[in-house]
């Protein structure tokens, strides 16, 4: 899958649907900032993209069932007038997550 088309701005994932516990612990999940897109395969998945606009960003992947809030944040707008909603994640603690950062092979960072 090419980078730009697995990080681009389109297809922003709605999540308030699957909010389940406002009242919860914050001594058991941590919490992640980013902007929420669709899995590209799972349904049960939610990819979350640190810093949309950057030139260097990761994202993470969680399942949704290890989500226990979700925090709407205020949108952030790149130089280009492009604007993107983000939003912060509590995780359960002993969740397992993927971090991934895409590179383009050659390209040094």
Same mark, same amino acid.
């Given at each position: ?18 909010? !389940?516990?406002? &009242?919860? &612990? ?17 349904? =049960? !998945?939610?990819?979350?993209?640190? &810093? ?18 979700? =925090? ?15 939003? !912060? ?21």
């Amino acid at each position: 899958m090419v980078i730009e088309k697995f990080l681009e701005l389109k297809e922003n994932f709605e999540l308030k649907k699957y909010v !389940r516990n406002m &009242d919860f &612990d914050k001594k058991n999940c941590c919490s992640f900032y980013g902007s929420p897109k669709k899995h590209p395969y799972g349904k =049960e !998945r939610v990819i979350l993209v640190a &810093d949309p606009f950057g030139e260097h960003t990761f994202y993470y992947d969680f399942k949704l069932k290890d989500i226990l809030s979700i =925090e709407e944040q205020g949108c952030i707008t790149s130089p280009a007038g492009d604007s993107i909603a983000m939003v !912060r994640l509590w995780v359960k603690n002993g969740s397992v997550g993927l971090q991934c950062t895409p590179f383009a092979v050659g390209q040094t960072i």
